[in-house]
């Protein structure tokens, strides 16, 4: 485990905090539709929202408690010193826009670290679907306000099938290695793809040993 306590300007310090967690951010491979996707597991715009908000928004008036930034195998946690401020529940989170520290938020709207006010949490719901991640959790009681990133879930063989159809309609027939290459996969993960289109009768094997060549079933 690693820990790091940090004191440092607003103007450094969300550089600081990212620059610890880039290295454990893992990489995360997949198929979306045609092409090969890497990803970090947790997108840096969601993770510098995250933080804003819980810089933006704690309340200071609780002096023994910090904000504190997790990073678990399975999740990332941002933990922010106090409850959502009056007027916010979970149920209006993102939709109702209460600021409990406005002339700190102003301050960093001002120096650009808020574009603007009241979209931090849409751009982390955002960020996290085109990154393949599930929505954002929510925590709160009157100590703490919690948000938790969970990691990706695409599977690595997750393939369009109406884009791979298109190509066998353009080109009329392929063969495996011409899959393999348009989809990304690997040689194993294209050779269980076949078999599961010649077992969904979606395809048909033309050929034999080299030779071997695939086309689109008639209906």
């Known amino acids: 485990s690693f820990r790091e306590d940090l004191s440092l300007p607003v103007t450094r310090l969300f550089d600081r905090l990212m620059e610890l967690l880039r290295p454990h951010l893992r990489k995360v491979r997949g198929v979306s539709a045609l092409k090969r996707r890497e990803s970090s597991s947790y997108p840096e715009d969601a993770i510098r929202e995250a933080l804003l908000n819980a810089f933006g928004h704690r309340d200071y008036r609780l002096a023994g408690l910090r904000n504190e930034c997790r990073l678990y195998p399975d999740r990332l946690e941002v933990i922010s010193a106090g409850g959502l401020p009056p007027l916010v529940t979970l149920e209006t989170l993102g939709t109702r826009h209460y600021s409990r520290n406005p002339k700190l938020m102003h301050a ?9 006010l009241g979209q931090g949490i849409q751009v ?3 960020s996290l679907k085109r990154n393949g991640n599930p929505p954002p959790e929510f925590q709160n009681s009157n100590e703490i306000f919690k948000v938790v990133f969970r990691m990706p879930s695409m599977p690595s063989t997750q393939v ?18 011409q899959i393999e290459s348009l989809t990304g996969l690997g040689a194993t993960s294209t050779k269980y793809l076949i078999q599961r ?11 034999q040993a ?3 060549r695939y086309k689109l079933k008639k209906p």
């Open 124 to 126: 982390m719901r955002d």
């Open 210 to 212: 080299r030779a071997t």
């Open 160 to 177: 369009d099938w109406v884009a791979l159809e298109k190509e066998f309609l353009a080109s009329g027939i392929l063969s495996r290695a």
């Open 108 to 116: 960093l709207t001002i120096l650009g670290y808020v574009e603007e």
């Open 197 to 207: 289109l010649l077992r969904d009768k979606r395809i048909v094997r033309i050929g």
